[in-house]
């Protein structure tokens, strides 16, 4: 069994279409996904330059990491692979605003405290979630981001891919990633991007 951790920000449509990728690998490899938590608001604050429609959608974005942060202090970090799907779901799927209502839906969805949604306004969890940010992020060097994979002291950025590999070929795409990051010397594959991420597939 090949664990593998998935550092991930629930708005981000790139780690979702990532996350379901992997969740469909571990049914055609013998793979286990552990789901933990960074946030692209904590990752950029501070940095100028910053687009202003990006500077905007970040705006609201702690609200969401806060609550997955406050669900794993009191429930443990498994209960982070059904929130995060409960979540994105919501977001990327159904195009529901970022705010209370999104948050207690969720929360009672998987019969959890929805009082766990008013942590999106509140520091409590802050430190918990800037450890588990820096766990992720301090070992991609000057390229993190998310989806950010760490498995078998291997750590990278992606795969940036859409739509979401099913069934086999989830497992292709798995076994080739291994391949080139388990490669020393390795450090980047990249070809022009031409459309928007496919959330739906």
Known sequence: MTIVDLWFDPRCPWAWIASRWLLETERVRDVRVRFRVMSLTVLNE????????????????????????????????????????????????????????????????????????????????????????????????????TPS??????????????PVPRGEAAGRLWDGVLLVTGTAGFYELKRSRDGRPDVRS
Do not use: C, N
């Open 46 to 145: 501070g940095r100028d330059g910053l687009d202003d429609w990006y500077a905007e959608w970040l705006r609201p974005g702690m609200g969401p990491v806060r609550v997955l942060t406050a669900a794993e202090q009191t429930y443990g970090r498994e209960v982070l692979r059904d929130l995060y799907t409960a979540l994105g779901t919501r977001i990327h799927l159904d195009s529901a605003p970022i705010g209370r209502q999104l948050y207690v839906d969720a929360l009672t969805e998987l019969g959890l405290d929805g009082q766990l949604a008013e942590a999106a306004e509140s520091t409590e969890y802050d430190k918990a979630l800037r450890a588990s940010h820096d766990e992720g992020m301090a070992p991609m060097g000057d390229a993190p981001g």
């Open 149 to 162: 994979i760490h498995v078998d002291g291997h750590v990278f950025f992606g795969p940036v891919v859409s």
